[in-house]
């Protein structure tokens, strides 16, 4: 059977400045329901394990799709799925044909140096998985290196928030670094689009979005790889 890996963060709070921050919702929900409507059952890790915490921008109003409702409103998903995801060292990558980085700003400070979230994924990619990110959810990728140790994202085609997007939430000062320049300087050929329109880049089975606009976009493009 198919199975996903939805990677999310622990980071509840930006370090540099009082804001809360966490997983952006949508980003999780829109893939999470690509993946339950071709029956892709689904698991949630993060870097510590435990609590999710959610960005508390993706639950304002104009935010909230039906989508991102329908999956909010569901007790388990709250409390057993966000609640208690597993952690990075509980988890065994033979057990998943894909992964997929979900973004939220938090994800800046825990998933760019975490070794294990990236030796997941390549393990993932050389059993002839799927590695998939969106947003600041590309930042994962970084973690991921080649057999050599290098960087994994070197030469490959790929999208991600932009520098512009950043600016138009003005925090571009408040984050550790900016993630179109990290994947440039990893020699990734990043691309992009306008702001906050879907973007979806396809490389072979690694697939990125641009924005959170991006990430049903992205679960359908793995659908279709799986094709």
């Known amino acids: ?35 339950k409507d071709n029956n892709i059952d689904v698991d949630y890790v993060s870097p ?13 109003p104009d ?9 909010y409103n569901e007790e388990k998903y709250r409390d057993q799925v966000l609640g208690q995801s597993l952690s990075a060292k509980q988890v065994d990558p033979k057990n998943y044909d894909i992964i997929y980085f979900a973004g939220g700003h938090g994800v800046m400070w825990d998933f760019p140096e975490n070794k ?8 993932i990619y050389d059993r002839g998985g799927i590695v998939s990110a969106v947003c600041h959810g590309v930042v994962g990728l970084l973690s991921m290196k080649d057999n050599e140790g290098n960087s994994w994202i ?12 950043e600016d138009i939430n003005k925090l571009t000062d408040a984050v550790p670094f ?8 990893a020699g990734a050929n990043h691309t992009k689009t306008a702001a906050y329109t879907e973007n979806v880049v396809a490389d072979g089975r690694l697939v990125t979005g641009q924005n959170p606009q991006s990430a049903h976009g992205v679960g359908e493009t793995v659908i279709d790889l799986l094709a």
């Open 1 to 35: 059977m198919t199975k996903a890996l939805i990677v999310v963060t622990n980071t509840a709070k930006f370090p540099t400045i009082n804001r809360a921050t966490g997983l952006w919702l949508s980003e999780a929900t829109h893939f999470n329901k690509v993946m």
């Open 63 to 71: 935010s909230m799709d039906e989508t991102n409702w329908s999956f």
């Open 48 to 60: 510590n394990g435990g609590y999710v915490p959610i960005d508390p921008g993706s639950l304002a």
């Open 178 to 185: 900016l993630t179109e320049e990290a994947l440039k300087n």
């Open 154 to 165: 070197n030469g490959k085609n790929l999208t991600g928030f932009t520098n512009e997007e």
């Open 116 to 123: 294990t979230l990236g030796e997941i994924a390549k393990s």
